[in-house]
Each structure stands twice: as structure tokens, then as C-alpha cells.
């Protein structure tokens, strides 16, 4: 007797790709402190540090003090959302179920995936104007120091960063955690020899040393320009009618160190950090301190992957000390400089590099080489400038490790293709990290190979770097202000969460700290659109930025219409809880 088979029956169509992240818990509570302090970067503290000679009006040490207090209520802030919905992808997750499913994916893919491309350029120039050629001008190597500078030597070294922050995203979270714990110890240790070097030595010492070092590596090379230039009667610069500074015929500085020096005064450097106080000078270098300042929080996407991550009390300790560690290094070196160089001096260093008038040729002056050049020997300089590098190279990692996760959670909800939640055995999301190394790439090339625009001076890519702390910005307002409407927006969430509930007027404290910090980014972002100091409020920026939220929104929308095709809704996928 015949049989009719019955048809197959269509598989289950689920709201998540699959019904466990395939992500391993690899990280301790340590680690995610190690994370937090590599985010908050020494190396990127310096290129903060640079920036002041902008605002010579303003306090270093005061901006460092104000940005630190409202960082530890982005802390606050952050510790609860984790603590609350501790999932891959953070602040992706979090505004998507607060909020909305398109806000949440076009406010992060531009402020964890698109923006990023373009810090693989700064992770590269800082690697090679801090490390790789202060070693070479070391070792004699100026040709090879010389052709890092051409577009070729600029695309190369991006190139290696990509490849160093790949490997380290590769090889999973945990190997990536054991690199960063050798790394952070060995860096310290070279900190901790740099501080006693700069401690036991004079400052009369120090400026012979400087100059002796400069002659013996740059001097040789033909690189060395002790030029004078015109001062008013008030001891700054005087310029052309074309802008350019006005050279004194036949009169130079007697050394690097005195050219350094002057050049710090002749661009209005204050002699001392504090001069400036709590003016609005001050808080007008906050937006640059931010560069640095605003990263603790840069594990939150990976706090899935955190043991104890539900512990408020622990994802707060771990961001503070991410925050003070390297913020009471960098205010101790800050105040050693000063002390043993001179404010003027060591801020003219960085002037004479931005002002293209170093004495040093187009070499930015590493502070960890000059103070290497302490010690007349080159093993040691190379030894000391390399231990400390490790602070730089073991931070390489965070480039594109943070960001997989929110690629990840996004095709883990079936925005993106399924294809990019897919992990290895050791829960690396794969196609995920090739979504940032690719971009990544061409990037770079555009960075180092597009002509120079005019107007500003550097390549049109170079000028977008520029926004790069401007669209992480305006994720952290986003998730700020979700964090803030919790307990309203998502009361499910917020009420079995283990966050305290304490409230002030009939306001839960969390939404009012929410609020404090929220404005403090609104503050921020008004700063970097109204003044051109910062370099992003022109219209290719704005261009720039509009095309990126664009183009997330375009990606949105395609996948809405093909889920909806498929008989799915993705605002019903953002309301749910990503599983573990």
C-alpha cells in the first residue's frame, strides 16, 4: 500500500540567530579593570596633554580635575546598565530596549563601528611618533624614521596596528587578558624608572641632557633648527601678513632645550599648570581631556563576557580604578615636568611639533624619549622607551575588540546578516572582526594617500579624524539618557535589577546622576560644534557625520523590510533580552 510522506515541516523561526551567544565568560573582575585602565591610555593622556597649546588661557591640571569628577558619573551610569543588562553589545543593547530598535543600532554603528575605523590612523601616528621613531633616531635609523612620515610609511604603520589589534582580538579574551597583564606591569615598572629618573635629576641636569641628545641624534642628521623668531613686547610670536612666524636674521637659540622653551612662551604657554584656574579657558579644554579621559566605560560591550557582571558595586570599582590609576600617573608626570622642566618648556615641546617649528625636524618629542636621554646611553633609552610602550601596544587590542561584540549583538538580533554572530570555538566573533579590519584599511589608505585639502592642511580622511570622539560622545549621550528613562521606559528591567532604588524628590539618584552626566556630553557636544578649535565644526565634518548616521539608518531599514518579508518584526526582537 502506498504512503504519502509528509512534507517538511519549515524550521523554527526564532527571534534570536540561535538560542546561546556562543560566548565564553573568560574575563575576571581584574581583567575588566585592566581593560578600563588600557582604555584610559597614558599615550593618549600626552596627545591630550599637546592639545592645551590651543588654549594657553586655560588650566591643564583644572580641566583634568573637572572632566575626572563627571567621568565617575559616566561610570555610575555605565556600572548600572551593565549591572542591569550585563549582554555583548552594550550600549547597542541598552538603548535598543529602552528606546527603540533602529535608535539603538544607528546611534552605535556609528559610534562603535563606522568611528572607529578612523582610530586606526591615531593608534598608528601615536605609535610611531611616541615609540617606533624616537627608538629609530636612537639606533641612527633617520632614513627609516624619516620615511615613516611619507604616505607610504603612514599607510604601513596602520597597516601593522590592524594587524596587532587583529591577532590580539583572535586569539580570544582571555589569551588577550594574560597579554595585557605583562603589558601593564611591564609598562608601570618603565613609569615607575621614568618617575625616579625625573626625580633624582635637575632641572639644569635635564636641559643638558636634552641637548646633548638632540645634537647626538637629530643634529647629526641635519634635522637640527635652533631658528629664532620675532616677540612682541609681551613675548609672543609675531606673524606675516600670510600668518607664518617672522624669523630673526642670523640669530639662533643656543640649544634645543632654549628653543623648546621659548617656543613655549612665544605661543602664550602660561608658567605653570594651574594658571588659568576654573576660567572658561578651562573648561574649554574638557572637550580635549575627553579624548582620553571618557574611555573607562570601553569594556561595557564586553561585560557579557564578564564574570560577576550583575554586581554593581564591583563593575564601579573596576571603572574608578581604570579612571584613577592612570589619571594620578599622568597628574603626577604632569607635575614632575613642571617641576624638574619647566611648564613652558615641556608644553613648548608639543607647540613646536603642532606650530611645525621643532628643532627636532617634523619628530613630535616623545616625553618617555626625553626623559630615556637622561641616562647617555642608547641601550637603556631603547630599553626604557620600549617597557613603557607596552602601555600603548597592549592597549592596540581595544581598537577593534570592543567593537566586534556590538557587531555581533546586532546580527545576533538579525539586523546584520547571521553570519556575523558567528564564533569560534573560543567565542571570537569572526566575521565581526573582519567587518572592522576591512574598513579599517581602506581607511588608512585614504588617510595616507588622499591629497592634502588646503584650507585645513591635512588629507580630507585626516580632517574626519577628527570627529572621532564626537560620535562615541553622542553614543554615550544616548545610552545616558537611556539609563536615565529606565526606570520609567523600561520598569521590567529596572525593577528586577539589582541596582539601588534610593530616590531623591520621588526621582530615583541613578536617573538624577543620569541627567547630570547626560548634560555634561550635551555641554561637550555644543563645544565641538561651535568652535573650530576642536576641528570638526566645518561643513565636510558635518557631511562627513550625516552620511555615517545615514548610512546605519539605510542598514536599519533594509533589514526592517527583510524581517518583515520574513514574518518578523525587529522591534519585537528589541524586546527581548538577549540570551547568554
Known amino acids: ?39 584610559v591610555n597614558l599615550f593618549l593622556a600626552i596627545w591630550s596633554f599637546a592639545y592645551a597649546c590651543f ?19 559616566e561610570i555610575i551610569v555605565y556600572a548600572g546598565l551593565i549591572s542591569a543588562m550585563p549582554r555583548a553589545g552594550g550600549d547597542y543593547v ?37 615609540t617606533v621613531k624616537p627608538i629609530f ?62 626625580l633624582v635629576t635637575s632641572g639644569s641636569s635635564f636641559k643638558d641632557r636634552f641637548n646633548e641628545a638632540a645634537n647626538k641624534y637629530y643634529g647629526e642628521a641635519g634635522t637640527l633648527n635652533l631658528q629664532k623668531y620675532e616677540t612682541d613686547a609681551s613675548g609672543l610670536f609675531k606673524y606675516d601678513d600670510a600668518g607664518a612666524l617672522i624669523p ?67 563593575n564601579i570599582y573596576q571603572m574608578l580604578g581604570g579612571l584613577f590609576v592612570p589619571t594620578l600617573i599622568a597628574l603626577a608626570f604632569l607635575a614632575l615636568m613642571t617641576w624638574k622642566v619647566g611648564y613652558q618648556a615641556f608644553m613648548g615641546t608639543m607647540a613646536a611639533y603642532w ?78 572582526l573582519l567587518l572592522m579590519t576591512i574598513p579599517s584599511t581602506i581607511v588608512a589608505a585614504l588617510y595616507a594617500y588622499t591629497p592634502v585639502v588646503e584650507e585645513y592642511g591635512v588629507t580630507i580622511v585626516k580632517l574626519f579624524t577628527y570627529d572621532a570622539t564626537l560620535g562615541i560622545i553622542i553614543m554615550f549621550l544616548g545610552s545616558g539618557l537611556a539609563f536615565m528613562v529606565m526606570p520609567w521606559r523600561g520598569k521590567a528591567i529596572w525593577d528586577s535589577s539589582p541596582l539601588p532604588k534610593g530616590k531623591i524628590l520621588g526621582i530615583p539618584w541613578m536617573s538624577i546622576v543620569a541627567a547630570i ?18 576641528g570638526v565644526n566645518n561643513k565636510e565634518s558635518g557631511i562627513f557625520m550625516g552620511v555615517l548616521y545615514i548610512a546605519a539608518a539605510v542598514i536599519w531599514v533594509v533589514a526592517w523590510a527583510v524581517r518583515k ?3 518578523m518584526a525587529l522591534e519585537a526582537v528589541a524586546k527581548e533580552i538577549p540570551v547568554e
Open 1 to 39: 500500500m502506498a504512503t504519502t510522506a509528509e512534507p517538511p515541516k519549515p524550521a523554527e523561526q526564532t527571534l534570536f540567530v540561535r538560542k546561546a551567544s556562543g560566548l565564553v565568560k573568560a574575563w575576571s573582575g581584574g581583567d575588566g579593570f585592566r581593560y578600563s585602565f588600557f582604555s
Open 55 to 73: 588654549i594657553p588661557g586655560g588650566s591643564l591640571f583644572w580641566s583634568i580635575v573637572i572632566t575626572s569628577v563627571f567621568i565617575v558619573m
Open 94 to 130: 541598552w538603548m535598543s530596549r529602552i528606546f527603540h530598535s533602529a535608535v539603538g543600532f544607528i546611534v552605535a554603528a556609528v559610534g562603535w563601528w563606522f568611528i572607529l575605523w578612523l582610530w586606526t590612523p591615531i593608534y598608528a601616528d601615536m605609535g610611531v611618533q611616541t
Open 137 to 198: 633616531r636612537i639606533l641612527g635609523l633617520n632614513s627609516a624614521a624619516d620615511w615613516l612620515g611619507t604616505p607610504t610609511g603612514i599607510f604601513v604603520a596602520a597597516l601593522v596596528v590592524i594587524a596587532i589589534a587583529s591577532t590580539l582580538v583572535a586569539i580570544g579574551m582571555k589569551a588577550y587578558a594574560k597579554f595585557q597583564v605583562w603589558a601593564m606591569w611591564i609598562g608601570l615598572a618603565g613609569v615607575i624608572v621614568a618617575g625616579i629618573l625625573l
Open 248 to 314: 630673526v636674521e642670523g640669530e639662533t637659540y643656543a640649544g634645543a632645550f632654549e628653543a623648546m622653551e621659548a617656543i613655549g612662551k612665544g605661543t602664550g604657554m602660561p608658567t605653570s599648570t594651574f594658571s588659568g584656574g576654573l576660567s572658561w579657558a578651562t573648561w574649554t579644554l574638557v572637550p580635549f581631556m575627553l579624548f582620553w579621559m571618557a574611555w573607562p566605560n570601553w569594556g561595557a560591550t564586553l561585560y557579557g563576557e564578564v564574570r560577576g557582571a550583575k554586581d554593581f558595586r564591583k
Open 355 to 432: 606650530w611645525g617649528i621643532s628643532p627636532l625636524g617634523g619628530d613630535s618629542v616623545s616625553p618617555t624619549a626625553m626623559i630615556s636621554w637622561i641616562v647617555p646611553n642608547a641601550a637603556f633609552q631603547v630599553v626604557l622607551v620600549a617597557a613603557i610602550s607596552l602601555l600603548l601596544f597592549g592597549w592596540f587590542g581595544t581598537l577593534f575588540l570592543s567593537s566586534t561584540r556590538m557587531i555581533f549583538a546586532a546580527a545576533f538580533d538579525r539586523i546584520l546578516p547571521e553570519g556575523a554572530a558567528r564564533v569560534t570555538s573560543n567565542g571570537v566573533p569572526v566575521v565581526a
Open 517 to 534: 552626566y547626560s548634560a555634561f556630553l550635551v555641554f561637550n557636544i555644543t563645544l565641538f560644534i561651535k568652535d573650530s578649535i576642536y
Open 565 to 567: 518579508s520574513q514574518g
